[in-house]
Antibody, heavy 121, light 108 residues
C-alpha cells in the first residue's frame, strides 16, 4: 500500500524558515515524480513545487520561487520542502503527492494526509 | 499559466440524481491532460479521473469524465450518499500545474 506521511509543520514567525518532510513507503520511490501541494483551510488547492524521478528537474509556483526549495533523499525515501522567508499567505496545509509518472508533469495518484504550517507573529 | 474555472460553485442535489460539473480552461489543455479529484472534509484529495476520461483504479463507473480543448465535464450518473464532497479539476499539460477553484456537491 502506498503511504506518504508528512511532518515538520508548525507555527513560525513571518520571515522564518521551516523544513517539511514526506516519508514514502509501499512503492519504489526512485520511480516517481513528486510534488508539494498546499491548501489554505477551507479554500482550494495550489501546486507549490515538484521534482522528477532523478531529482534533476524541479519546478516552483511563482508565489514561492526563490523562497522554497524542493529536494529528495533516495536513501531515506523522503521528499523535502525547505521554506524560507515565510509569509502569512504561506499558511496552509501542505500535502505531499506522488505523480503517476517519473516526471512532475502528470496527475497525482497518491496523497499524504498533510501537515499544517501557520505563519503568524 | 492556465486558469481553470469550475462551475457551479455549489451544486445542491439529492441522492440518486445526476451531477454535471464543468471545468473551463483559459487556454487549450494539451492532449487532454486534465484530472479530477474528490475531497471530503478532513481528508486528502482522491484521484477520480485522468486524461480527461480515464477512471483511476477502484473508481466506480458512475463517475465519468469528458471533454477536450478548453471544456471538460465530470458527470456522476447517480449520486450515492458517499459522493457528496468538493471536486477539483487539475491540468498537467503545462507548467505551472493548476487547479480549478472547486465545486461543492451538497445534499439538497
Amino acid at each position: 500500500e502506498v503511504q506518504l506521511v508528512e511532518s515538520g509543520g508548525g507555527v513560525v514567525r513571518p520571515g522564518g524558515s521551516l523544513r517539511l518532510s514526506c516519508t514514502a513507503s509501499g512503492f519504489t520511490f526512485d520511480n516517481y515524480g513528486m510534488s508539494w501541494v498546499r491548501q489554505v483551510p477551507g479554500k482550494g488547492l495550489e501546486w507549490v513545487s515538484g521534482v522528477n524521478w532523478t531529482g534533476g528537474s524541479t519546478g516552483y509556483a511563482g508565489s514561492v520561487k526563490g523562497r522554497f526549495t524542493i529536494s529528495r533523499d533516495y536513501a531515506k525515501n523522503s521528499l523535502y520542502l525547505h521554506m524560507n522567508n515565510l509569509r502569512a499567505e504561506d499558511t496552509a496545509f501542505y500535502y505531499c503527492a506522488r505523480h503517476s509518472l517519473i516526471v512532475a508533469g502528470s496527475w497525482f495518484d497518491s496523497w499524504g494526509q498533510g501537515t499544517l504550517v501557520t505563519v503568524s507573529s | 499559466e492556465i486558469v481553470l474555472t469550475q462551475s457551479p460553485g455549489t451544486l445542491s442535489l439529492s441522492p440518486g440524481e445526476r451531477a454535471t460539473l464543468s471545468c473551463r480552461a483559459s487556454q487549450s489543455v494539451s492532449d487532454s491532460y486534465l484530472a479530477w479529484y474528490q475531497q471530503k472534509p478532513g481528508q486528502a484529495p482522491r484521484l477520480l479521473i485522468y486524461g480527461a476520461s480515464s477512471r483511476a483504479n477502484g473508481i466506480p463507473d458512475r463517475f465519468s469524465g469528458s471533454g477536450s480543448g478548453t471544456d471538460f465535464t465530470l458527470t456522476i450518473s447517480r449520486l450515492e450518499p458517499e459522493d457528496f464532497a468538493v471536486f477539483y479539476c487539475q491540468q498537467y499539460g503545462s507548467s505551472p500545474l493548476t487547479f480549478g477553484g472547486g465545486t461543492k456537491v451538497e445534499i439538497k
